[in-house]
Structure formats: structure tokens, C-alpha cells
């Protein structure tokens, strides 16, 4: 009897007091098959890139003529991710230059977001490709998926698949999974 009573008391205890429970983890949906690449904020060699959340942003895109010709972040009273990724210029290689721009905004206050069709839209969502080519520039994303929980260290973890379709109608196919820091 003194030994069932001595593994009770000792299972309890290691219970209570042995095992730390794990985060649970975040349950995305968005499918990330048929990607190009996957961004994240793990920096390939010669390679600056910031994943950054704006708590008090919004997205300001100018056009020429129906093109968009650039995006910012500017203040304003939504929650602004933003993605900056730029390879390091090697002074031998004449325009070898080339950074990627992510930015799509949610409401304040948000927790978690799941964006696929008009929401896509809604967020306002562009993708920029900057580089001496044919398809460089700034491009609305209308297509894709993109989900984000926010975690108990105040990071967010966020992942996606997006197609972009460029002026030549080259389709771009990028997908994103990162950690973003609230800035």
C-alpha cells in the first residue's frame, strides 16, 4: 500500500511540477506548393532583410498612368507588415543591385489574420521586385494566401504562398515563412 500511495504522490508531483508544457504551435492552412523561393527573415550570404510589423502604419502607393510606380509605409491606424530584403552590391559586377519589398496591412488590434481573395485586396497587399530586368517594380498581389498568429513573445509568425503577375505577364509564385518583429 506505502508503495502505490509513493507512486501517486510522485506521479502527481512530476506532473505538476516536472513538465513544462509547450506553446502550442501555430495550425496554418495556407498551402506553399509550387513556390519559387521561400522568403524569411533568415538572410541568405550578402543579404540585409528586415521583417518588421508597424503598429501604426498604412500602405501609401503612388501610380503613373495605372502603374504603380512605388509603396511606403506611412502612419496611420492599422498594423503594417512589412518585408525588406536587399542583396549587397559587389562594386565588380556593374547593376547587380536587387532588393524584394513585401507589405500588407490588418487591422489594429488583431491577433491573428487569415487573407485569400478580396482580402488580399483589402489589405492592400504589394509585392515590389526592384532590379535592372524587364519585371522589375511594384505589383498589387491579388492571389495567394497569406495567415499570421501572433505569439507570447510578441513576434508575429506569419507564412503565405502569393502569385504576382508582372507587365510582361511573367507569374512570380513567392512564398513567406517568418517571424516579423513589432517595431
Not at 103 to 108: E, H, K, M, R, T
Not at 132 to 147: A, F, K, T
Amino acid at each position: 500500500m506505502n508503495k502505490i500511495l509513493a507512486f501517486l504522490i510522485f506521479s502527481i508531483t512530476s506532473g505538476l511540477f516536472g513538465c513544462k508544457t509547450k506553446v502550442p504551435q501555430a495550425v496554418f492552412n495556407c498551402n506553399l506548393t509550387g513556390a519559387e523561393e521561400m522568403l524569411s527573415e533568415k538572410c541568405q550570404p550578402k543579404m540585409d532583410c528586415s521583417f518588421v510589423v508597424h503598429k501604426k502604419g498604412a500602405i501609401q502607393a503612388e501610380y503613373y498612368n495605372e502603374v504603380m510606380t512605388s509603396a511606403m509605409v506611412k502612419s496611420g491606424d492599422q498594423m503594417v507588415f512589412s518585408m525588406d530584403r536587399k542583396y549587397q552590391d559587389n562594386p565588380m559586377i556593374a547593376d547587380d543591385e536587387f532588393s524584394e519589398k513585401l507589405f500588407f496591412s490588418i487591422p489594429a488590434g488583431k491577433t491573428s489574420f487569415h487573407l485569400e481573395g478580396q482580402d488580399l485586396k483589402n489589405a492592400e497587399m504589394v509585392f515590389a521586385t526592384l532590379a535592372y530586368s524587364r519585371d522589375g517594380g511594384y505589383y498589387p498581389v491579388l492571389e495567394g494566401c497569406m495567415e499570421g498568429n501572433l505569439q507570447e513573445d510578441g513576434k508575429w509568425l506569419v507564412q503565405g504562398l502569393i502569385t504576382i503577375t508582372t507587365r510582361t505577364q511573367r507569374k512570380i509564385v513567392k512564398a513567406i515563412r517568418a517571424t516579423y518583429r513589432v517595431q
